[in-house]
């Protein structure tokens, strides 16, 4: 039962360098988050997605690019990294979004440890 | 605009203690609320939720927490904190239609 799948877990990268983290959930949800966690900060949305081939910004987009080319998958690219991209980033899923139905409870990936020199 | 407050960064208490924390937050309507748990180097797991009916929640691991309208709150508590609660715990809010709202956390230390 693996659920939300993250990887890599930890990765070190130097300024301007690029690299892609890869969220794979085999619970057929439609709605796919990405966060960012920095102290005192909590978590702060990155991107979202509503769908296969859907996409959209969330409170801290800028420097970030995201595809979600099949509905298990949602990538999130770094073009040309910076230290303040420093951060552990959350993949997360939902059935849906907040209703009188469904609660829209949020399932986590374990999170992926990035350093920027 | 929408706005979820931890007041306490870091709350430390004995094992055995009671512990309540707290959760404020600026919502027109009536909001969806919950609480997640992130041990060290995990994921988040949810603890419990509220969107509507009784306002005193059940959640996992002993859990509960009260929905408080007058006071748009909703503070999480235990009566025996066990020495595998040291988490951080985050508070969360959203409305229908919506995405969640999350708070800064609150990281939670037991001593033994």
């Known amino acids: 039962n693996a659920g939300v799948t993250q990887t890599p877990k930890f990765r070190v990268l130097k300024t301007g360098q690029s690299m892609t983290l890869l969220c794979a959930q085999d619970?057929?949800?439609?709605?796919m988050y990405w966060y960012r966690q920095d102290p005192g900060m909590g978590l702060r949305l990155i991107h979202y997605?509503?769908?296969?081939?859907?996409?959209a910004k969330g409170e801290v987009p800028d420097g970030y690019n995201v595809s979600r080319l099949k509905k298990q998958n949602f990538l999130l690219g770094l073009e040309s990294a910076a230290p303040s991209q420093t951060s552990v980033y959350f993949c997360?899923?939902?059935?849906?979004?907040?209703?009188?139905?469904?609660?829209?409870?949020?399932?986590f990936g374990e999170g992926s440890r990035l350093t920027v020199l | 605009a929408q706005s979820v407050t931890q007041p306490d960064i870091h709350i430390t208490v004995s094992e055995g203690a009671s512990l309540e924390l707290r959760c404020n937050y600026s919502?027109?309507?009536?909001?969806?609320l919950f609480w997640y748990v992130q041990s060290p180097g995990q994921g988040l797991q949810l603890l419990l939720k509220?969107?509507?009916?009784?306002?005193l929640v059940q959640g996992i691991k002993g859990f509960e927490a009260e929905f408080k309208r007058s006071q748009s709150s909703f503070n999480l508590r235990k009566p025996s904190v066990h020495w595998s609660d040291a988490a951080e715990y985050f508070c969360?809010?959203?409305?229908?239609?919506?995405?969640?709202?999350f708070g800064a956390g609150t990281i939670l230390r037991v001593k033994s």
């Open positions: 997360a899923s939902s059935y849906s979004l907040l209703s009188s139905w469904n609660t829209g409870e949020l399932f």
């Open positions: 509220y969107f509507s009916g009784d306002t």
């Open positions: 997605s509503v769908g296969e081939g859907t996409t």
């Open positions: 619970m057929n949800h439609e709605y």
């Open positions: 969360a809010v959203g409305e229908y239609g919506n995405k969640l709202v």
């Open positions: 919502y027109g309507a009536t909001p969806y």
